[in-house]
C-alpha cells in the first residue's frame, strides 16, 4: 500500500517524497498516510480495500467542489482505482475543537459557535450538492431504502438487543419494525444523504469547516444527517444546544425550502433519531459484546440516555417497541458506567418545619434557599389543594412575579456553582428550597430549577418533594 501511494506521487510530482507517515484511521478499513515533499508541501495519501468505494470517494469530491462545497480535493487516482492522492486539509478535526465541552458536558459560546456553523453548512451539500450528481456512483447502494432500514434495526435487535438477555416477542416487534421501516421510507426524497455527519469526519482549516469521509452517502432524507450530528452518543450535548442545532440547521435549510413547516420537520426528525440510536446501539454491540472492545461497550450509557430522553413521549405507532426499549432503558447496567462521573445535583423541596434535608452524599455544603420571602399561595383557601405543579399555583407566582426575580439569582449562583463543579469534575451538589409547607413555593421552585439545569448541561438532576413524597429523575 505505502510503496503504491510512492509511486503516485512521484507520479504527480515528479519527485519523491521526503517523508510518509501514516496516520490514524479512526477504525477504517482505509489507510491514511501524509506524504511531505522537498519544499515541505504535504498531501494525503488514501489506500483503500475497495475500488468501487474509492471511486465513489473521488467522484463525490469532485462533483462537490464543482458546487463549491468545501471538501479536500482528489489530486491523483492510481492506475487500478486502489490508492488516491488528496488536498491535506490539516490535522484539526471538529471532534477534538469541542474536546472540552465533550468531556464537561458544559460548551462554550466558541464550541457552540463552531458547532453551529457546521451544521448552517450542511443543507448545502444535502440540497446543492445532489444537483446533477449520478446517485448510482454511491457505494454501497444508491440510495436509502427499506432493505437498509430492517437491516440496521435487525442488527440492533441481533447485535444489541439480544445480547442483553432482555426478554421479548420476536414477532410483535417485527410488526414494529416494519411499520418503522414503512414511515422511514414514506417521503420520495431527491437530496443527498451524508450517513455518517458526525464531528470526527469535519475537519477545521482557517476557522471553515470541510467535510470528509463521506463516501458511504447515497440518496436519502435530510433528517438523517441532523440526527446523526446532533445525537451523536458521546456528544454529550445540552438540550438547549441541541435546540439551538437544529433551530440553525432548519434556518439554513430554508434557503432551499422556503416554506418549510417547522413543527413537522422536529417530528419527523424524532423519527430519525430513534432510527439512529437503535443503528448506533447495533454497531457497539457487535463491537463491544462480539469483537470485546472496551471503549464501545463504555460508550452504550451514553446512546441510552440519548434513548431515555426520546422515550419520554413514547412512540404510539411502535407500541411494542416503546415497550421494549422503554425497559431497557431501565436496567441497571445501563445506569453503572465508570467513565460517566457526570455532576449530579439533588432539588429537593422542604418544610422548614421539618428541618433542612440531609446530605446523602458525604460532601456536605451546596445550598439553602428560603422561599418565604415570597408571597405564599397557601394562605388563601383556595390554593391549599394544589401543589407549585399545578398550574393554578403556577399562574398565581408567576402573576406576582417576586418569584420569577427570586428564581433568577438563584439561577446566577447555581449556575456559576456547576460550571465550575464541572470543571473540577465533582460529582455531587445538592440544592434545597425551602417554605412554611414545603408544597407552593418551595415545589415551584424546586421544578423551575430542575428544568433549567437539565436542559443547560450535561448533568443528572434528581428532584425530590420531600413533602409530596415524589421523586423524579430528569
Given at each position: 500500500m505505502?510503496?503504491?501511494?510512492?509511486?503516485?506521487?512521484?507520479?504527480?510530482?515528479?519527485?519523491?517524497?521526503?517523508?510518509?507517515i501514516e496516520?490514524n484511521?479512526?477504525?477504517?478499513?482505509?489507510?491514511?498516510?501524509r506524504?511531505?515533499?522537498?519544499?515541505g508541501s504535504?498531501v494525503?495519501?488514501?489506500a483503500?480495500?475497495d475500488?468501487?468505494?474509492?471511486?465513489?470517494?473521488?467522484y463525490?469530491?469532485?462533483?462537490?467542489?464543482?458546487?463549491?462545497?468545501?471538501?479536500?480535493?482528489?489530486?491523483?487516482?492510481s492506475?487500478?482505482?486502489?490508492?488516491?492522492?488528496?488536498?491535506?486539509?490539516?490535522?484539526?478535526?471538529?471532534y477534538d475543537?469541542?474536546?472540552?465541552?465533550?468531556?464537561?458536558?458544559?460548551y462554550s459560546?466558541?464550541?457552540?459557535?463552531?458547532?453551529?456553523?457546521?451544521?448552517s453548512?450542511?443543507?448545502?451539500?444535502?440540497?446543492h450538492?445532489?444537483?446533477g450528481?449520478d446517485?448510482?456512483?454511491?457505494?454501497?447502494?444508491p440510495?436509502?431504502?427499506?432493505?437498509?432500514?430492517?437491516?440496521?434495526?435487525?442488527?440492533?435487535?441481533?447485535c444489541?438487543?439480544k445480547a442483553?438477555g432482555?426478554?421479548?416477542?420476536?414477532?410483535?416487534?417485527?410488526e414494529?419494525?416494519?411499520?418503522?421501516?414503512?414511515?422511514?421510507t414514506s417521503?420520495?426524497?431527491?437530496?443527498?444523504?451524508?450517513?455518517d455527519?458526525q464531528?470526527?469526519?469535519?475537519?477545521?482549516?482557517?476557522?471553515?469547516?470541510?467535510?470528509?469521509?463521506?463516501?458511504g452517502g447515497?440518496r436519502?432524507?435530510?433528517?438523517?444527517?441532523?440526527?446523526?450530528?446532533?445525537?451523536q452518543?458521546?456528544?454529550?450535548?445540552?438540550e438547549d444546544?441541541k435546540n439551538?442545532l437544529?433551530q440553525?440547521?432548519?434556518?439554513?435549510?430554508?434557503?432551499?425550502?422556503?416554506?418549510?413547516?417547522?413543527?413537522?420537520?422536529?417530528?419527523?426528525l424524532?423519527?430519525f433519531v430513534?432510527?439512529?440510536t437503535?443503528?448506533?446501539l447495533g454497531a457497539?454491540?457487535f463491537?463491544?459484546?462480539?469483537?470485546?472492545?472496551p471503549?464501545?461497550i463504555?460508550?452504550?450509557p451514553?446512546?441510552i440516555d440519548?434513548?431515555?430522553?426520546?422515550?419520554?413521549?413514547?412512540?404510539?405507532?411502535?407500541?411494542?417497541?416503546t415497550?421494549?426499549l422503554?425497559?431497557?432503558?431501565?436496567?441497571?447496567?445501563?445506569?453503572v458506567?465508570a467513565?460517566d462521573?457526570?455532576?449530579?445535583?439533588?432539588i429537593?423541596?422542604?418544610a422548614?418545619?421539618?428541618?433542612?434535608?440531609?446530605?446523602t452524599?458525604g460532601?456536605?455544603?451546596?445550598?439553602?434557599?428560603?422561599?418565604?420571602?415570597?408571597?405564599?399561595?397557601?394562605?388563601?383557601e383556595y390554593?391549599?389543594?394544589?401543589?407549585g405543579?399545578?398550574?393554578?399555583?403556577i399562574?398565581?407566582?408567576?402573576?406576582?412575579?417576586?418569584?420569577?426575580t427570586?428564581?433568577?439569582?438563584?439561577?446566577?449562583?447555581v449556575?456559576a456553582?456547576?460550571?465550575?463543579f464541572?470543571?473540577?469534575?465533582?460529582?455531587n451538589l445538592?440544592?434545597?428550597f425551602g417554605?412554611?409547607?414545603?408544597?407552593?413555593?418551595?415545589?415551584?421552585?424546586?421544578?423551575?430549577?430542575?428544568?433549567?439545569?437539565?436542559?443547560?448541561?450535561?448533568?443528572r438532576?434528581?428532584?425530590?418533594?420531600?413533602?409530596?413524597?415524589?421523586?423524579k429523575?430528569?
Amino acid at each position: 500500500m505505502q510503496e503504491s501511494l510512492i509511486h503516485l506521487y512521484k507520479s504527480y510530482t515528479g519527485t519523491e517524497p521526503v517523508s510518509v507517515i501514516e496516520l490514524n484511521s479512526s477504525g477504517s478499513n482505509r489507510r491514511y498516510f501524509r506524504l511531505t515533499g522537498a519544499d515541505g508541501s504535504t498531501v494525503i495519501g488514501v489506500a483503500g480495500l475497495d475500488r468501487r468505494e474509492n471511486a465513489a470517494f473521488t467522484y463525490l469530491s469532485s462533483h462537490f467542489l464543482s458546487h463549491g462545497i468545501n471538501v479536500p480535493e482528489v489530486l491523483s487516482v492510481s492506475g487500478d482505482g486502489m490508492c488516491y492522492l488528496q488536498e491535506d486539509l490539516g490535522d484539526t478535526l471538529l471532534y477534538d475543537v469541542v474536546k472540552t465541552g465533550r468531556e464537561s458536558g458544559d460548551y462554550s459560546p466558541e464550541e457552540r459557535e463552531v458547532l453551529k456553523k457546521t451544521i448552517s453548512l450542511l443543507p448545502k451539500i444535502q440540497f446543492h450538492g445532489a444537483e446533477g450528481l449520478d446517485f448510482n456512483v454511491c457505494f454501497p447502494e444508491p440510495e436509502f431504502n427499506g432493505r437498509m432500514v430492517l437491516f440496521d434495526l435487525n442488527y440492533f435487535k441481533y447485535c444489541f438487543l439480544k445480547a442483553t438477555g432482555l426478554e421479548f416477542d420476536e414477532i410483535r416487534l417485527q410488526e414494529d419494525f416494519e411499520a418503522m421501516r414503512e414511515d422511514l421510507t414514506s417521503e420520495d426524497t431527491t437530496t443527498f444523504m451524508y450517513r455518517d455527519f458526525q464531528a470526527r469526519n469535519v475537519m477545521i482549516r482557517d476557522g471553515e469547516p470541510y467535510f470528509i469521509d463521506f463516501q458511504g452517502g447515497r440518496r436519502g432524507p435530510v433528517y438523517y444527517d441532523v440526527a446523526s450530528f446532533i445525537w451523536q452518543a458521546r456528544s454529550r450535548y445540552p438540550e438547549d444546544l441541541k435546540n439551538g442545532l437544529v433551530q440553525t440547521y432548519i434556518e439554513a435549510a430554508r434557503e432551499f425550502i422556503p416554506d418549510l413547516d417547522e413543527d413537522a420537520f422536529r417530528e419527523r426528525l424524532r423519527l430519525f433519531v430513534l432510527f439512529r440510536t437503535l443503528q448506533v446501539l447495533g454497531a457497539y454491540g457487535f463491537r463491544g459484546y462480539f469483537e470485546k472492545k472496551p471503549h464501545f461497550i463504555a460508550s452504550v450509557p451514553f446512546a441510552i440516555d440519548n434513548l431515555r430522553r426520546l422515550l419520554k413521549t413514547p412512540f404510539v405507532r411502535y407500541p411494542y417497541l416503546t415497550e421494549v426499549l422503554t425497559s431497557l432503558t431501565e436496567m441497571q447496567q445501563f445506569y453503572v458506567n465508570a467513565e460517566d462521573r457526570r455532576l449530579e445535583v439533588k432539588i429537593y423541596s422542604f418544610a422548614y418545619k421539618k428541618g433542612i434535608p440531609a446530605d446523602t452524599s458525604g460532601n456536605g455544603g451546596g445550598y439553602v434557599f428560603d422561599c418565604r420571602s415570597v408571597n405564599n399561595p397557601g394562605k388563601y383557601e383556595y390554593y391549599r389543594q394544589f401543589t407549585g405543579m399545578d398550574p393554578e399555583v403556577i399562574k398565581f407566582l408567576e402573576d406576582d412575579g417576586e418569584i420569577l426575580t427570586f428564581l433568577d439569582s438563584v439561577y446566577a449562583l447555581v449556575d456559576a456553582h456547576v460550571k465550575r463543579f464541572i470543571e473540577r469534575k465533582f460529582t455531587n451538589l445538592q440544592v434545597c428550597f425551602g417554605c412554611t409547607g414545603g408544597q407552593h413555593r418551595s415545589v415551584y421552585c424546586a421544578e423551575h430549577l430542575a428544568s433549567h439545569l437539565a436542559s443547560k448541561f450535561d448533568i443528572r438532576v434528581k428532584l425530590i418533594h420531600r413533602e409530596q413524597n415524589i421523586e423524579k429523575t430528569l
